[in-house]
């Protein structure tokens, strides 16, 4: 990644936090994994941009696959989360973790 | 991969660049081929061309939003572009104001009323903001993007522009410049109750002004001419942005071309413009058709222009930081 693109604040949007979340969980996924795992929460128009983006504050890497028969030549790119980005969804999700319970059980 | 679907690739990836291609389209075209291909597998022809349709409105939503975003962030456009926009905007900001005033001090001698001087200047400034905005426009975008590859921002960027003059032109032509005129002319009668004339008209009343000479079995030549001048002169920004942007990116990088190119074009312009009146006025054509004629030139050129474009001429990194 460029580290001219990382952001000085480090924020994190409810869709980029709900992708981590995703990432988190099943340590890795390609775009239409996500959009399926999401239920109807993210929209494949705008997932890769929201992951592009998020590659770019370093929330996320991501690797190109070897091309799958069906796909017909072209390779899927497989994202997971990095350090940093597990630090920042912990970041977010502890204030609303101590100010609903219920979202932490 | 379908030869359709390569050269399809081949162009996105000319115009928006390798790392956005592996980021953005690559992904969302993968997830496409692998659903059509369970999709047809699964014996469901309807549910595979779905597939097909809803993932090439998710591919153009991507680009928009992608393209919208990248626009906007001012800081990732490549130094080129930054650099060629912010040319563009200084020029624009310079030529305007000196075409302006050269148009002014054209009428002056004849027009000078030393008994509403204010109302005058302001008079013979708002007059002058369309053509000049015109001027201004051509001029600026033939020297900011000079010798520069038109990368897509760059011509976004100057369409905006275009489209925000055209707007002001619009606004100043319909309204703003005729109830300038009635009043510059009350200040110097002195009677409020004067009736106006075409020229101090609003777009609206011309409408009307129009309906009633043909109501009164009149052939309203002059003042249907005006009134589609206006809509013309306010589209003006927009097709003459439009054509100076294609002179840039067919030219050669010589200056004496472009410079040419720029006189060439003003004066074909103007020559179009005392074309469509005399046309009109002698019956050859419909006032529509002659106030527009300088616009359809123009866009008629534009659109051969554009037929020259080599896409190689693109810069790999288009939309690229």
């Known amino acids: ?99 609903v319970p219920a979202v932490s059980r | 991969m379908s030869p359709r679907l390569r050269r399809l690739h081949g162009r996105l990836a000319r115009a928006i660049g390798a790392e956005a291609m592996d980021r953005l389209v690559d992904p969302i075209l993968t997830d496409i081929r ?79 009323h030393p008994t509403a001087p204010v109302m005058f200047i302001t008079r013979l400034t708002l007059q002058t903001v369309p053509i000049a905005i015109l001027f201004g426009l051509l001029l600026s975008v033939l020297y900011g993007l000079h010798g520069t590859i038109v990368a897509l921002r760059s011509s976004a960027a100057v369409l905006i522009l275009s489209s925000v003059c055209s707007l002001a032109s619009f ?53 249907a001419l005006s009134y589609h001048a206006r809509w013309a002169l306010a589209a003006a920004p927009a097709v003459m942005a439009t054509w100076a942007l294609l002179v840039v990116a067919c030219g050669d990088g010589r200056r004496w071309v472009t410079a040419l190119a720029a ?21 050859v054509v419909p006032p529509s058709f002659g106030a527009w004629s300088p616009n359809l030139a123009l866009g008629i050129a534009a659109l051969l222009l554009a037929g020259r474009i080599t896409f190689p001429r693109q810069r790999t990194a288009n939309i690229e930081p």
Request: aromatic residues 10%; hydrophobic residues 45%.
């Open chain 2, 34 to 112: 692998m659903e059509r291909r369970l999709a047809i597998r699964q014996l469901r022809p309807w549910k595979s061309r779905w597939v097909v349709a809803a993932g090439t409105v998710s591919l153009a939503a991507a680009l928009v939003s992608y393209g919208w975003v990248n626009f906007w962030s001012f800081q990732r456009w490549p130094a080129e572009d930054r650099l060629a926009c912010a040319r563009t905007l200084k020029c624009f900001a310079a030529v305007t104001p000196v075409a302006m005033a050269l148009l002014i001090l054209q009428v002056w001698p004849q027009g000078w």
């Open chain 1, 1 to 99: 990644m460029n580290p001219a693109r990382r952001p000085r604040v480090l924020t994190l949007s409810p869709k980029e936090s709900l992708i981590l979340q995703l990432l988190v969980r099943d340590k890795e996924a390609y775009g239409l994994e996500l959009v399926a795992a999401s239920r109807g929460r993210l929209k494949r128009g705008t997932v890769y941009v929201t992951l592009g983006r998020m590659e770019d504050k370093g929330y996320i890497t991501s690797r190109l696959e070897d091309a799958p028969p069906e796909a017909g030549g072209l390779p899927r790119r497989i994202y997971r989360p990095t350090p940093l980005g597990r630090q920042v969804l912990d970041a977010w999700s502890a204030p609303v973790r101590f100010l």
């Open chain 2, 263 to 283: 006189v060439a074009t003003w004066a074909g312009y103007v020559a179009f413009i005392g074309l469509g009146r005399a046309a009109t006025f002698y019956g």
């Open chain 2, 171 to 223: 606004a100043m032509l319909a309204w703003i410049v005729p109830e300038t005129e009635w009043r510059f002319r009350v200040a110097v009668t002195g009677d409020s109750n004067i009736s106006r004339r075409v020229n101090e008209l609003t777009l609206g009343e011309l409408r009307d002004h129009i309906a009633a000479e043909r109501r009164l079995g009149e052939e309203p030549t002059g003042t």
